[in-house]
């Protein structure tokens, strides 16, 4: 056997495989996102009275805020952490739209911040989950930390700019959540998404996000998830970029193919390009939010 | 979707014109176009934010025109405020068929006597 | 090596093929879902709907036109978990006719993960006259939990005066995502449970069980065996249940009878306790006595950012 010939089937092999396995995992992520809105109708109560913050610095955004408020999940709030020097008009449009008001700026926080000048919170009748924070911008980490303070649930997440929740994405993080003894997770982790959402005491005892922006988190109980729990907006350049990527591939692979006389090691290329092309374009449909 | 054909379906014979099913921005539009005798809204997943979905029950109350909200979840203060806003019926899945039908039935009827607008 | 190197451009082929024939099936389905929404399922439902409120009818068999049968499925399935008190035995007859078969058809042994749950979860919602076996599962997986779980409700739903004692004996730790979905199928009528019983019980899952339907259906009279188990239970999660349910009631809370059991828990857990009794109304001074200076002073200032303030 060659073995520049060894090597090469290996390679290809290990690259199909790999393509395999993801489009297998799209597919079991499908499965059970499917399964967890069907959950989620028929369910008719928050989940064991875990509550959730999602925090933001810099997200202005109407159609992302939209998006962040919209879970129905009972123990759930947005906090939103701006700098009126900068986004003002935005801040007051937030303002008027979710029908905030100004409320008292507390004399002690738990993690040291400076620079908040005010505090605006949703009508308690009508919706007790938006949160916005005017605070003077130092750095995003800053700006999370006194989210962190004002927020009123056992959990955090940081979700950044163009970054958008599935819809079930909150039931199902409960859900996992709920599955191990209350308080004793004090991360889950999404490695797809690179999501992650804190126990409260934890994040404050590590320092905040300002101390985690130079240390990994690893005297923690951390757990996994692997189903992303957010998506970006892709432009349409993004798809067409892709699109003739994809494409420029498999003509490559075809027309090498066609100049070496239809080598079998040309046709394992071409095969493999395609299972790879046709896999990974499949594990992103099964992420797509439409069933 | 399922959802509100069930609720549609369920209420069907009761109207004598067509039960229509639509999404929350449709609403609106319709109503300014459109005579009706009630409207239900009906959903197991996220609505509508929530400052927006008062102002539209308050927009259809104005105009006279009954509201039945039918959730997934519903809080003592959210159903509250949610009366305040104009709703005339406030109900939390799973529903019951024949109390929906014979709630439908009351204020269709009771409605047509009273008169509206 | 050619052979080896021809066989694999093959079989990779034929992989490709087969999985392009799935991607083509799942761009579709978007297409079919909403065709089937806009324009089948009214006709079903209306039909459906039709016998299940007319007396006449309920003893005629319901002929319902030729239909994408998956997706009745899940009709029906929907009308299951969204309504509740409807006829059962009307029920059944269309599940039977229209429904069942598909469950039974995957519900084989090799049929596995996500999907598995799923059709457990119909086979638990929606009610049948014809016996389905269930095969219990051989090795754990990531789905086993879910999978172990539906089976739980399955049987529940096929034996409801067992529900009681299948919870008991289940070998899973039920989280509080699964309690809420058993209270819910309590809701629907399909299963009877007494919150009395379940409190006195010494098993974990029937205690959070019987906390769960107190707060769902805001049982007032259970203040009191709720006080008695926030101030005497071993277990700090179902402590922690106790008195965050008492708070979302709005129950008077005695915090000297606690403040021994308490103060020995989990930090986090008693700064959890605090938090949702804050957001509930209740002011941090008065369950100053229970945590010391475990964060009473950081938990005030959430407190009193949730004030009016005069500008």
Known sequence: MNTFQAAALAAMTLTSAAALRSAWRSRRWADKRRLIAAVSAMRCDSVGNIGISIICSGVDCMAQIENLASPEYENFE????????????????????????????????????????????????????????DKRFTSHEDALDAAVNVASFDYVMAVGRNEYLYPDSIDMLAAQIGEHEACSVDMLECTTSGGRLFLRDAIVSLGGYASLRYMRPRRIKRVINRIPDRYRIAGRSAAIRRAIA???????????????????????????VLLTVVCRAYARKCRELTV | MSTCNIVASAVADLA??????????????????????????????????????????GHLHRC??????????????????LLQCGVDQCMTFPINLHRLRRKVHEQITGGNKAGRR | MNTAVETYAIVTILLALSIGALLVDRSMRAFRSRRWHCVHEPVALRIVMRTLTSPRLRNIAVRI??????????????????????DRRAMS???????????????????TGYRRAERLLMLASMPTGRRIPVHRLRHWSAASRYIHFYTLMADMARTPVLAEYLIETCDIRLSPSEISQITAMLHRGSI???????????????????????????????CDMLHDIAA??????ICREALITLCAAGCTIDPSLMAEHIGGMDAAIRRSICRHAILNGYPPAAFAPLFGDHGDDRLAALAESNKYTIA
């Open chain 1, 246 to 272: 994809a494409i420029t591939a498999v003509v490559a692979s075809l027309v090498l193919l066609v100049l070496s006389g239809f080598e079998p090691l040309a046709a394992a290329l071409t095969a493999t």
């Open chain 2, 64 to 81: 006279g025109i009954p509201v039945f909200l039918i959730l997934a979840r519903l809080s003592e203060q959210r159903a509250t405020r």
């Open chain 3, 232 to 237: 005497s239970d071993p277990d700090a999660e």
């Open chain 1, 78 to 133: 947005v906090v939103l952490c701006l700098d009126s020097d900068t986004s003002l008009r935005r801040m007051r449009n937030i303002i008027d739209r979710y029908a905030l008001f100004r409320v008292a700026l507390p004399s002690r926080s738990e993690l040291p911040v400076v620079g908040v000048r005010a505090i605006y919170r949703s009508r308690r009748g009508a919706i007790r989950r938006m949160t916005l924070i």
């Open chain 2, 16 to 57: 004598d014109e067509t039960v229509r099913t639509t999404s929350m921005q449709g609403v609106m539009q319709h109503v300014e176009n459109e005579d009706f005798s009630l409207i239900i809204m009906a959903s197991t997943r996220s609505l509508a934010t929530e400052s927006r979905l008062d102002r539209t029950i």
């Open chain 3, 192 to 222: 009877t449970l007494d919150y009395r019983r379940l409190l006195r019980s010494s098993d974990r899952n029937l205690r959070m069980t019987g906390i769960a339907i107190v707060r769902h259906f805001s049982i007032e009279e259970a």
């Open chain 3, 93 to 111: 007859a269309l599940t039977d006719a229209y429904g069942s078969e598909r469950i039974i058809g995957r519900l084989s042994p090799f049929t």
């Open chain 3, 65 to 86: 036109p030729r239909m994408p049968r998956r997706r009745l499925c899940d009709t029906l399935l929907s009308l299951s978990l969204t309504t509740y008190n409807i």
